[in-house]
């Protein structure tokens, strides 16, 4: 009989509990459906952002015929536009870890939307340069803040996350150029102001989700900073030497990006006059090739990001880099079957680092996480776009079949990897980045 008095005095203590528990996991499910909505509309800004960036490089033949430009002004508006988009970012990454204020995100789109609208109706080559310049503003403004706010969604899929936005950007790309094709050369030059209707659409839509997020007490401005250390303790000494160990990870992390993307470049904007040359397929051939390499890229983002949440982020850039350097060896010497199986391979390998290289840098230096978006989206931008023009220069001079035999042992770079520390961001003395 006491037994069930007990029980019967502890029953309200149980259910005030169950109900405790049952609203605190209703809070964390409807918090974990606000994070992700906002990055899937991150990633579709992204995929907005990078269709526009792509479609003005695919433009470049179609304002060449049409104003009778020489290929030093071609060369010139590609100058300005790598410039901008690529030198700027880091600048405005500062900007936003200074104001951490999420307007900046569509200021950029809203650049980059008068600058799409611009291009497709500027009478002359000067409004075409300022055109393709707002554009590139625009584009340098969107990443390190669009990418900031990814961070601060992150929750426990870090990876995944990111790489979902990585994943916006990449289809983006690849889309863009079958836009061009289908429209613009059909309709001439008028024909990309189409593409301003989905930056404007998502620029709204992320207006007013990011709205709602503010207005439910969803941080999209605040990002945590770390207490000045003392000098002179011990803990201002452990301090130190953790920053000195984060610039050497943060300099081994941007030697892989830069023979990433160099070698990519050579993938991206020679590999069908590769297969034309070597193989002698035709040009409509020779671009399924590409775009089959192009999703591959997209596949292993996200598949880096599902990876490395699982079994962490240096390991899955060690992992990534051990697997291209093979398959990239190797490729010059396949016929066409092993050219084909080997470039998809190679994408889905060397795709998977990125987002893995951007959440160890950001975990590197929390408190700059727009500025390490900055540095490293834009270094990206400029080095592939660099590397192209040599790459081309190469090809010019020797032959693309043997620049490719050449530009296969890249990837043996990216073994500086090894170099990283395992656990540089788990549970230490946190100074102020």
């Keep these: 009989m006491r037994v069930i ?3 019967c005095l502890l029953l309200p203590v149980r259910n005030e509990f169950m109900e405790i528990l049952s609203k605190q996991l209703t809070r964390s499910a409807t918090s974990a459906t606000r994070q992700g909505v906002t990055v899937v509309t991150l990633a579709a800004a992204h995929f907005a952002n990078d269709a526009v960036q792509s479609a003005i490089v695919a433009l470049y033949p179609v304002i060449r015929m049409e104003f009778g430009l020489s290929f030093t002004k071609i060369g010139l508006l590609a100058f300005i536009y790598q410039v901008l988009s690529s030198v700027c970012q880091p600048l405005i990454g500062w900007l936003a870890d200074r104001y951490r204020h999420a307007g900046l995100l569509i200021i950029g789109m809203l650049i980059t939307f008068v600058g799409v609208v611009a291009l497709s109706f500027a ?12 554009a590139g503003i625009g584009s340098a403004a969107f990443h390190p803040e669009s990418s900031r706010l990814v961070r601060l969604n992150y929750g426990v899929r870090k990876g995944l996350f990111q790489a979902i936005y990585q994943v916006g950007g990449n289809l983006g790309t690849a889309a863009a150029p079958l836009f061009v094709a289908g429209v613009v050369l059909v309709y001439g030059r008028h024909g990309v102001a189409w593409l301003a209707a ?10 007013v989700v990011l709205d709602l997020h503010r207005r439910r007490g969803v941080g999209t401005s605040a990002q945590p900073a770390f207490p000045r250390v003392q000098a002179g303790t011990q803990r201002a000494s452990l301090a130190n030497g953790l920053s000195s160990k984060r610039r050497r990870a943060l300099f081994v992390l941007l030697m892989i990006v830069c023979v990433k993307y160099i070698y990519m470049a050579s993938l991206n904007a020679y590999y069908v006059f590769y297969l034309m040359q070597r193989f002698h397929l035709s040009l409509g051939t020779a671009q399924v090739h590409l775009t089959g390499f192009l999703l591959a890229l997209g596949v292993g983002t996200l598949a880096g990001g599902l990876i490395s949440d699982r079994f962490g982020r240096c390991n899955m850039i060690v992992m990534s880099m051990l697997a291209t350097c093979p398959l990239s060896i190797a490729l010059p010497y396949a016929g066409i079957e092993g050219t084909t199986v080997l470039t ?12 893995s290289i951007v959440v160890y840098a950001q975990d590197l230096y929390p408190a700059r996480a727009g500025l390490i978006s900055g540095i490293f989206f834009g270094l990206a931008a400029g080095v592939a776009g660099t590397a192209a023009a040599v790459i081309g220069a190469g090809s010019d001079s020797f032959g693309v079949v043997a620049v490719f035999h050449v530009c296969s042992f890249l990837p043996c770079l990216g073994l500086v990897a090894r170099l990283l520390p395992k656990d540089l961001t788990g549970k230490m003395v946190q100074p102020r980045a």
């Design 344 to 355: 998809i391979l190679i994408g889905l390998s060397i795709a998977s680092t990125f987002s």
């Design 5 to 7: 008095q007990r029980l």
């Design 123 to 134: 009478p002359n080559y000067v409004l075409v340069v300022t055109a393709v310049a707002l």
């Design 198 to 207: 989905p930056v404007f659409f998502v620029m709204l839509f992320l207006v």
